[in-house]
C-alpha cells in the first residue's frame, strides 16, 4: 500500500508545486489523478517514483510510505527495485532499440532469466501487436504502438504498483478504449495497484476504483469512481457534461453562474 | 609488388587496433554524449604503465597484462567517479573540457614518472617474421589484429544481446527513461569508461608491442582512433569496425608511397584528408545514426 501524507513539492528550493497531497493506493486497486494542465499530477508521480531529484525538485515535507516504511529519501533506482514503476509522459521509448529490446531494458533488475522469458510472454499475450513488431525499430512505430511499448515496458517489470502518465495522450478514441482494457486487465489477472494519471476523466473514471481531482498542487476532491461520476463539478467542468447530465449547449453557458464548489 | 602486399597486411592490421580503441570511445559516447578528448593520453598512460610493470618491475606477461588491464578498469572508475560524475546535469561542454583536462594531465604524468623517449616492451608473441605471399609480416601484426577482431567481436555481441549492454545503448537514447525503469544510469556511464580505459590500454599494448612505446606517436595512435570514429560514425560499432581498416591502409599506403614523391609529414595528413572528403557527402559519418524524427 502507498501512502502520501500531506507532501509538498520545491523545485529548485524555490517553486512549490505540491502544497500538502494526501493520498492512498490500496493493493490491487486502479486509482485515478485527474485535473487539468499544470495541477500538479504528474510531479505526484515523479515524488513517488524517485524521479523528482533528476529535475532538481525535492519533497520539502510530508511523508511517502511504502508498505509502512518512508521512500521519499530514495532514489529511483531504489525505488524502483521496491516495485514501483513509472512510465513517463509522451512515450518514452528507446528510439534506436528493437521493440524486444525495449521490453528487456525493462525486466533489467529481475535476476531470472525464465521469468523473463515468460514476462515477455505475457506482454506478447496483451499486446499483440508488440509481438508482430517485435523486430522493428522502436522508434518507427506508430504513436499507439509505442505508447503500448512503453506500457508493456513498465509491466517487464513486474511491478506491485504501475504508476502511468497520460496513457492516452494523442491517441485515437479506439485505441485509447483498448488500451485501457488492456490496463484494466493487467490489473486484475496481475493484481498490480494502477496509479492513473490522466486528462481524459470519463475513460480514466470508467477502469478507475477511486479517484482524486487535482488543481493547483492540490486535491480538491476524491472519492469513488461512480461518486466522481455523478458529481456535479466533475461532469461540469471536466467532462463537459451539464448538470442535468446532457450534452452541453455552450448558447447556454453562463460562466459566472456556476462556480466549482470547492473554491 | 610484395611491397604493395606488406603495406596492405600492415595497414589493415593495424587499422583492426584502431578500431578496438576508437570502441571505447563509441561506448561512451553512445551512453552518456561525451566525447573523450583524452583517448590518445590514455592509450599512452596504459602503454608506459605496461612497460613499468613488464620491464621495469619486471613481471612475467601473464601476470604483467592482467594487471594492467585490473588497472585501467581502476582507472575508468575512478576517472567517470570523481571527475565527471561531479558535473553531470553540467552542460556537455563541461565535461568535454574535463576529459581535455584528462588528457594534459596524463601526458604530464607520463613524462614525470617516465622521463625518457623511447623504451620497448618485452617480446609478448614469437619473434621469427611470418611469410604471406610474397611479403615478410612481422608476426606481431597478426596477433594484434586476431586480438583485437576477437575482442571486437565479443563486444558486440554483448552489446547486441547481453542486458547491460542493452541498457547501455537504451541509456543513449533516453536517460530519464532509463531511470524510470529503475536502473541507475551513474552506473551505466561507469561501466562505459572502464571500457573505455580498458580498450585504450589493450590497443596501447598491441601498437607498441608492434613498435616501440613512444611518447608522440602513441597520442597518435589515438589520434588515428578519433578519425575512425569521425569516419565511421561517432555511435557505430560497425562504422568503428570499417573505417578502422580504411584509416590504417590509408596510413601505410600513403606513408609507403607518397612520402617518397611528396614530402615527409603526409602520412598523418591523408587520414584528416579522407575524413574531410567523407563528411562532404556523409555527414553523420560513414554509419553514423541518423536521429529518427517522426513528426
Redesign the interface.
Known amino acids: 500500500m502507498l501512502k502520501l501524507n500531506n507532501i509538498e513539492v520545491t523545485y529548485l528550493n524555490v517553486i512549490r508545486v505540491l502544497h500538502g497531497v494526501s493520498l492512498t493506493v490500496e493493493d490491487g486497486a486502479i486509482i485515478a489523478l485527474l485535473g487539468a494542465n499544470g495541477a500538479g499530477k504528474s510531479t505526484t508521480l515523479k515524488a513517488i517514483?524517485g524521479?523528482l531529484h533528476?529535475e532538481e525538485g525535492e519533497v520539502t515535507d510530508g511523508s511517502i510510505e511504502w508498505n509502512g516504511a518512508r521512500i521519499d529519501d530514495k532514489n529511483?533506482?531504489q525505488?524502483?527495485?521496491l516495485g514501483i514503476?513509472?512510465?513517463?509522459e509522451g512515450r518514452?521509448?528507446?528510439?534506436?532499440?528493437t521493440t524486444e529490446?525495449?521490453l528487456?531494458?525493462?525486466?533489467?533488475?529481475r535476476k531470472d532469466r525464465n521469468t523473463v522469458k515468460s514476462d515477455m510472454e505475457m506482454v506478447y499475450d496483451y499486446f499483440p501487436r508488440l509481438k508482430e513488431l517485435r523486430r522493428n525499430?522502436a522508434?518507427?512505430l506508430s504513436?499507439g504502438e509505442q505508447q503500448m511499448l512503453v506500457i508493456g515496458?513498465?509491466m517487464m517489470?513486474t511491478p506491485k504498483l504501475m504508476m502511468l502518465d497520460e496513457p492516452s495522450l494523442g491517441l485515437a478514441p479506439l485505441l485509447v478504449e483498448e488500451i485501457y482494457d488492456i490496463i484494466k486487465r493487467f490489473n486484475t489477472e496481475q493484481k498490480t495497484s494502477v496509479l492513473l494519471v490522466e486528462q481524459n476523466v470519463r475513460i480514466a473514471l470508467n477502469i478507475a476504483h477511486y479517484g482524486y481531482v487535482m488543481e493547483n498542487g492540490r486535491v480538491v476532491l476524491d472519492g469513488t469512481a461512480d461518486f466522481l461520476k455523478n458529481n456535479e463539478d466533475v461532469k461540469e467542468f471536466y467532462m463537459g457534461l451539464s448538470t442535468v447530465g446532457t450534452k452541453k449547449s455552450y448558447r447556454e453557458v453562463k460562466h459566472y453562474k456556476r462556480r466549482k464548489r470547492w473554491l | 609488388m610484395n611491397e604493395l602486399l606488406q603495406y596492405v597486411i600492415t595497414g589493415l592490421a593495424l587499422g583492426v587496433v584502431y578500431a578496438l580503441i576508437a570502441l571505447g570511445f563509441v561506448v561512451v559516447w553512445k551512453s552518456s554524449g561525451v566525447a573523450n578528448l583524452a583517448l590518445g593520453q590514455l592509450v599512452l598512460f596504459s602503454s608506459w604503465f605496461a612497460y613499468g610493470m613488464l620491464s621495469q618491475a619486471g613481471l612475467p606477461v601473464w601476470v604483467g597484462i592482467p594487471l594492467v588491464i585490473v588497472f585501467a578498469l581502476i582507472l575508468g572508475w575512478a576517472i567517470e567517479r570523481f571527475t565527471l560524475r561531479p558535473l553531470i546535469?553540467q552542460p556537455i561542454l563541461s565535461l568535454i573540457a574535463v576529459t581535455l583536462g584528462l588528457a594534459y594531465f596524463f601526458e604530464g604524468l607520463v613524462g614525470i614518472i617516465w622521463p625518457k623517449s623511447v623504451a620497448s616492451l618485452p617480446p609478448l608473441f614469437p619473434q621469427e617474421p611470418v611469410h604471406i605471399g610474397t611479403a615478410v609480416i612481422k608476426q606481431e601484426f597478426l596477433w594484434a589484429a586476431v586480438i583485437s577482431l576477437v575482442l571486437f567481436g565479443l563486444l558486440t555481441l554483448f552489446f547486441r544481446y547481453h542486458?547491460m549492454g542493452?541498457?547501455m545503448?537504451?541509456a543513449?537514447?533516453?536517460q530519464?527513461?532509463?531511470?524510470?525503469?529503475?536502473?541507475?544510469v551513474t552506473k551505466i556511464f561507469s561501466q562505459s569508461w572502464m571500457f573505455a580505459c580498458v580498450l585504450a590500454a589493450v590497443g596501447g599494448i598491441l601498437v607498441s608491442s608492434i613498435g616501440n612505446i613512444s611518447k608522440a606517436p602513441l597520442v597518435e595512435t589515438g589520434l588515428q582512433a578519433f578519425s575512425v570514429v569521425i569516419l565511421g560514425g561517432l555511435d557505430s560499432f560497425l562504422g568503428a569496425i570499417i573505417a578502422g581498416p580504411i584509416i590504417g591502409l590509408a596510413e601505410t599506403l600513403g606513408g609507403g608511397y607518397l612520402t617518397k614523391l611528396t614530402w615527409e609529414g603526409i602520412k598523418e595528413v591523408i587520414p584528416f584528408i579522407i575524413i574531410i572528403i567523407v563528411m562532404f557527402v556523409k555527414p553523420f559519418g560513414l554509419f553514423g545514426?541518423k536521429r529518427?524524427e517522426?513528426i
Open positions: 517514483s524521479l533528476v529511483a533506482e525505488i524502483g527495485k514503476i513509472q512510465a513517463l518514452h521509448v528507446f528510439e534506436h532499440l529490446e525495449n528487456m531494458v525493462g525486466a533489467h533488475n525499430t522508434g518507427y504513436g515496458r513498465a517489470a | 546535469a542486458k542493452i541498457a545503448r537504451a543513449a537514447d533516453d530519464k527513461a532509463v531511470q524510470a525503469c529503475g536502473i541507475p545514426e529518427i517522426r
